[in-house]
């Protein structure tokens, strides 16, 4: 099946009403399905059936429960998932407004209170996740989206995301997006709750610096870079960037995971706390 059929099509008993976005490995479309009668979001993902159809099916759809799991304001719902062939869907809530993407490079670069604000949603929905023994694996700019007149921010694609005591892929195969992954992730450990608050790390890193902490020309590099080598300090990059945000996310992009914030609720504290996030304000 194509990743990319034109709006008009139906996929699974959705219409396709338009094209949302799309990227390497699925597409994004507003959709309308019998059971909603409001739009969703559905993405269309290319399956690795490498180990055979059956057992990709049942991966994308054991995955897609744990994401069901979860109800959170933060958090995009998932209404539904299924697969066709070596494409897997998911059903959405469609959310207006645009992933933070836009805001990683100057000129578009948020002040920090509305970086702290953003970064303390985050950590909330983040430590729901957690409570429910989920850890989403995946989180970067592209998967926070932002509604600005609504005041809303909501973590998406938790396609990823597992049981925090899921066991690593069948293949061997690391998920995730390199940049934003811990160094113990790019090793091939399972994902713990400390993974996913090193990618809020790098995530809050690169939304005031405008770069990323680590950037290599190659994989190569990169896996050398964050086993290896101690990112800047925000501080040394960013004239306005206050010490206490500096030093958490230094404390976020600590290599070891136990030497990392014990819990995202803790992160959303010091988010909050910050002078001018917040409850720091004034």
Known sequence: MNLAPPPGRDVAGWRLLRLLGQG????????????????????????????????????????AAVARRLHHQGIVALFDAG?????GWLAMEAVPGSDLLRYTLAPRLLPEPVVLRLGARIAQALGH????????????????????????????????????????????VILGTPAYMAPEQLAGNVPSAQTDLYALGVLLFQLRAGRLPHDAANMGELLRQVSGTQAPSLASLVSDVSPALSALVVALLSKRAAERPSTAAEVEMALLNIPGGPAGAG
Not at 28 to 46: D, N
Not at 58 to 63: E, T, V
Not at 138 to 158: E, H, I, R, S
């Open 24 to 63: 390497a490995n699925g597409s994004v479309y507003l959709a309308q399905g019998p059971a909603h009668p409001v739009p969703v979001a559905l993405k269309l993902v290319a399956l690795d059936s490498s180990g055979g159809l059956a057992r990709a099916h049942q991966a994308f759809l054991d995955s």
């Open 129 to 172: 996740a957690h409570r429910h023994g989920v850890v989403h694996r995946d989180l970067k700019p592209g998967n926070v989206l932002v509604d600005w007149p609504t005041d809303a921010v909501k973590l998406a694609d938790f396609g990823l995301a597992r049981t925090a005591d899921a066991a690593q892929t069948g293949t061997g």
């Open 83 to 87: 697969a066709v062939g070596t494409i």
